[in-house]
């Protein structure tokens, strides 16, 4: 996948899922206004593993929180 998606369509893509997210652009908040889904998944350690992409980039999952104390995401920035 090398199409850059809008937030929004990247959530209408893949429901309940957790992307790795390269080429992002973020507004001054630090919310993810759009970029490219290098992986997708349910299962967030397929996503979350190795190989590298030589890129920086950020994890973010598309559904409701899955976290106590009501976090909406897994938003890092890491160089892959």
């Known amino acids: 996948m090398d199409q850059k ?3 929004e369509e990247m959530k209408k893509a893949f429901p309940d899922e957790w992307l790795l997210i390269v080429d992002c652009e973020h507004d001054q ?3 993810i206004l759009s970029g490219v889904v290098a992986r ?3 299962d967030d350690q397929e996503v979350f593993r190795l190989p ?5 980039g950020t994890f973010k999952y598309t ?3 899955q976290f106590p104390g009501g ?3 897994h938003d890092e920035h890491h160089h892959f």
Do not use: P
């Open 5 to 7: 998606m809008t937030w």
């Open 29 to 31: 908040r630090g919310q």
């Open 40 to 42: 997708h998944s349910k």
């Open 63 to 65: 559904g409701e929180c």
């Open 71 to 73: 976090l909406r995401a």
């Open 52 to 56: 590298a992409l030589n890129k920086s």
